[in-house]
């Protein structure tokens, strides 16, 4: 039985998964670093532990802190939310070894899926198509041009331990090549703790579609459909939707009984993501996140189900909610992310805001930790708000994502909201076609 949760996380996700908790009548405790103490996850927590200096690596990303602070506070399950040590798999073991619940999936595969080789190998086990590429972790120059020449240039190279959209690189030649996977490799050694590098056909037109799967760890598993999140810039997600402007009926039930599948397979606990590139009506599986997305809430408006409380429930032991024939999708569902950075360069604005209005009216959903009088500090990420929006059609909501983003006020720092201004009056946009190139060309091409 889950009786108090402890939140190992900051920001507008640990108020996400906090609201869950108080609904369902769950004791919550907030951590904070000494940058957070007047946050307002600290300040709608039934309780709070401070867990050390600013810096993430010496606070949310201290296991020893955290496990401690459940041990005083008396929490016995952590929600990670997502970030930090949401995908660390000694985490979950140190979790389990003193006696604490982890919400999210079992450190197997958490492991097996935070290393894009091993998830790759394990998707093309389950029948999933993959990304043509190398089959494991390149070894030398010599056979990464072998591999290059036979999936043809361009590639990417990719870093087994990458995330967050980096450690990637695209090479168009076989001149490039060896400066760049040794480039790669090393940058992935002193980011991520892994030097280990792969190879990938680079898809020259896809979009990104991802499945929002669930599973109890038995086998019995749901999914709550796609989402199309190709509006991106260096490979970060900026605007998503559910559902996706460019699959037909046919394909979104293709893709979607795919990752079901897959995650039956794999006895999969929890929830988790399973990622795509799609191109020409053809899918190609590129990575599994086993945490709850930036993102979700979209899937949560077309569904009217709620993530985290289904993350609670399986671990807690209660199973799914619900079976995937019980799933009632309505409506379409965008999803922008809200950033303090400058608009045009998208250089980080911390700071005080001196005026924070959100917009409001039906199927407005606004996910966000700041208010008028907060100071951003310098040491996170700059996601200060995701602005959520549910019409009937995409049409319905095109225009109240547009009506909403004129009611948004945030004075004193620079956010990306202009962007979204532009974006909403764009023809692409308002068609739906756009691919994962399409904002970054348009942002090069922008007066
Ligand atoms: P991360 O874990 O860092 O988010 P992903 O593997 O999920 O990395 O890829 C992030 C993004 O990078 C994708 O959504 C896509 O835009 C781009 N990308 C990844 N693989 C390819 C590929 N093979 N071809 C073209 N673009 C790719």
């Not at 940058?35 to 401070?50: G, K, N, Q």
């Not at 293709?254 to 053809?282: H, M, P, V, W």
Request: hydrophobic share 35%; with cysteine; charged share 20%.
């Amino acid at each position: 039985m889950i009786k108090k949760i402890l939140i190992a996380n900051r920001g507008e996700i640990a108020l996400r998964v906090l609201r869950t908790c108080k609904e369902l009548g769950i004791q919550t405790v907030a951590v904070h670093s000494t940058a957070d103490a007047h946050a307002m996850h600290v300040r709608l927590a039934d309780e709070s532990v401070c867990i050390g200096p600013p810096p993430a690596c010496d606070s949310y990303m201290n296991m020893n802190q955290i496990v401690e602070a459940c041990e005083i506070s008396g929490a016995n399950a952590v929600h990670p939310g997502y970030g930090f040590l949401s995908e660390n798999a000694q985490f979950a073991d140190v979790l389990e070894n003193n006696g604490m619940i982890f919400i999210g999936p079992t450190a197997a595969h958490i492991r097996i899926m935070g290393d894009k080789i091993e998830a790759k190998k394990t998707a093309q086990q389950l029948g999933i198509p993959i990304v043509p590429g190398s089959q494991e972790k390149i070894k030398d120059s010599i056979e990464a041009e072998t591999i290059a020449n036979k999936i043809g240039f361009p590639v990417i190279i990719k870093a087994a331990a990458g995330g967050g959209g980096r450690g990637m690189k695209i090479v168009r030649s076989a001149e490039e090549l060896p400066l760049a996977l040794s480039v790669t490799s090393s940058e992935a050694k002193s980011n991520f703790g892994d030097d280990a590098i792969y190879i990938e056909k680079y898809l020259e037109t896809p979009r990104h579609i991802e499945v929002q799967v669930i599973g109890d760890g038995r086998g019995n598993t749901l999914h709550l459909g796609e989402r199309d999140c190709s509006l991106q810039r260096r490979h970060q997600k900026i605007w998503e939707e559910a559902n996706s402007p460019g699959l037909n009926p046919e394909e979104r039930q293709t893709i979607c009984d795919i990752a079901s599948k897959a995650c039956a397979q794999l006895k999969y606990r929890g929830a988790g993501t399973f990622e795509f590139l799609y191109e020409k009506g053809n899918f190609y599986f590129i990575e599994m996140n086993t945490r709850l997305q930036v993102e979700h809430p979209i899937t949560e408006a077309i569904s009217g189900i709620d993530i985290v409380q289904e993350q609670i429930r399986i671990a807690s032991g209660y199973g799914l909610s619900l079976s995937q024939e019980k799933v009632r999708f309505s409506g379409h569902a965008i999803e922008c992310r809200i950033n303090a950075e400058d608009p045009v360069t998208f250089l980080p604005s911390p700071g005080l805001i001196t005026h924070f209005h959100t917009p409001g009216g039906l199927g407005v959903r606004i996910d966000s930790n700041v208010y008028s009088g907060y100071r951003i500090p310098p040491y996170y990420d700059s996601l200060i708000g995701k602005l959520i929006i549910h019409g009937r059609d995409r049409r319905e909501c095109m225009m109240r994502l547009k009506r909403s983003l004129s009611e948004f006020v945030v004075d004193g720092i620079n956010t990306t909201l202009p962007l979204f201004q532009h974006l909403v009056n764009h023809q692409d946009i308002i068609n739906g076609h756009y691919n994962i190139h399409w904002l970054e060309k348009y942002l090069s091409e922008k007066p």
